[in-house]
């Protein structure tokens, strides 16, 4: 099994998709596949999806050691910080 990561050009589809999610107020998990870089949605969507309807959105550089978000950074992320930010707690997730 192989997971990847990769960092979008644009930000379209997470804009999109809080769009969609201020209009419903609720969104899918679900599962699918990708085989020569084609994705494939499982043919029984509906009946093995979750429904979500709570979303937190956080930056990256709010994310502090306290936070259950912290399992996906890593100690060579690059959160972008505003300038007018004097505390950030994703540097004290990597100080130990």
């Not at 990708?34 to 959105?57: A, G, M």
């Amino acid at each position: 099994m192989t997971g990847r990561v990769t960092t979008p050009s644009t930000d379209q589809n997470w804009n999109n998709f809080e769009k969609e999610y201020k209009k419903y107020g609720s969104y899918f998990l679900s599962f699918g596949a990708f085989f020569n870089n084609q994705f494939y949605p499982y043919p029984e969507f509906d009946k093995f999806s979750i429904k979500k309807k709570e979303l937190v959105i956080k930056n990256a550089w709010e994310i502090g050691f306290n936070d259950i978000e912290r399992i996906v950074l890593k100690h060579d992320d690059k959160p972008l910080i505003p300038e007018e930010v004097e505390y950030i707690p994703f540097f004290e997730l990597f100080e130990k």
